[in-house]
């Protein structure tokens, strides 16, 4: 009987692990396996590779990723829905450069040449 009455605090004290800040691994898991599938879902409604998501998002587990994003695929087809257009650039892309400045930076070259001629000119006399 007194080791039933030891138990019992005993037992009360295990049941609040959470409170006490000590983590369940099933839980852990659970909500890791969930993060990557709502990051994979959400990657093919922005109409991201595969690949992309894996690159951006490389602490989540490829598994879960691809499996959200399989299944967001199949969703999106069933229901004829059209992806968004993503607003972050593709890792390692190059920005686009307007077509403004590509016309002006020829125009920069040769001014810089015939300014350097007559400070050549006046260093040699």
Do not use: F
């Not at 894996?54 to 069933?78: F, S, T």
């Amino acid at each position: 009987m007194k080791r039933l009455l030891l138990a019992l605090p005993l037992l009360a004290a295990l049941s609040a692990c959470e409170q006490l800040g000590i983590d369940d691994p099933a839980k852990t898991a659970a909500l890791k396996e969930a993060e990557g599938k709502a990051i994979g879902s959400a990657c093919r409604h922005a109409m991201r590779a595969i690949e992309d998501c894996y690159v951006l998002n490389p602490k989540a587990q490829k598994a879960a990723i691809y499996a959200g994003w399989r299944e967001m695929d199949e969703y999106m087809r069933e229901n004829k829905l059209e992806g968004v257009a993503p607003v972050v650039p593709r890792p390692g892309a190059r920005p686009a450069q307007p077509a403004e400045e590509v016309v002006e930076k020829p125009a920069e070259k040769p001014a810089e040449k015939p300014a350097e001629k007559p400070a050549e000119k006046a260093k040699a006399h």
